[in-house]
């Protein structure tokens, strides 16, 4: 037996019911040409996007904290030297001007990581902080 058509009127649509003979997919079940894929990606702009190599201004706030550290480390080396110094017999004039050069040279570090978003004003910055170091290694050896 095959498909049965009933079919009303020339208006009406065609009904198309299947024979008993004839195997029906359960409902529930999939069929080989429906079965489930996945979506295909979405072209949003505005979805971040994994780079290969970190943002330029990450790896300017990297090389800013690698130097600033470095002047810290050598800074607290110094400043406990200084301090040791003090103990003895120090000019009058050395504890206030050292300690002046380096809360300067500190906050010429806090200053380049503020501005760490332009490109050249940070390493001027961090470089005015190493003459301010270097000014203080100076006038440790000379007091």
Do not use: C
Not at 51 to 57: H, M, Q, S, T
Not at 65 to 84: C, D, E, P, Q, Y
Request: no cysteine; proline share 10%.
């Amino acid at each position: 037996m095959g498909n049965v058509q009933t079919t009303h009127q020339a208006t009406q649509p065609v009904i198309t019911v299947p024979a008993h003979d004839q195997a029906v997919p359960a409902p529930h079940a999939t069929v080989p040409s429906q079965q489930h894929q996945p979506p295909p990606p979405r072209q949003d702009t505005a979805a971040p996007t994994v780079k290969a190599f970190p943002d330029l201004r990450m790896r300017r706030l990297m090389g800013v904290s690698a130097w600033a550290l470095a002047l810290a480390v050598t800074g607290f080396v110094v400043g406990a030297i200084a301090l040791i110094r003090l103990m003895g017999d120090m000019p009058g004039w050395f504890e206030p001007v050292f300690a002046a050069t380096g809360v300067f040279g500190l906050l010429l570090i806090v200053a380049a990581f503020v501005t760490v978003q332009y490109r050249r004003i940070p390493w001027l910055l961090l470089g005015a902080s190493s003459v301010t170091l270097v000014a203080g290694i100076i006038m440790l050896g000379n007091a």
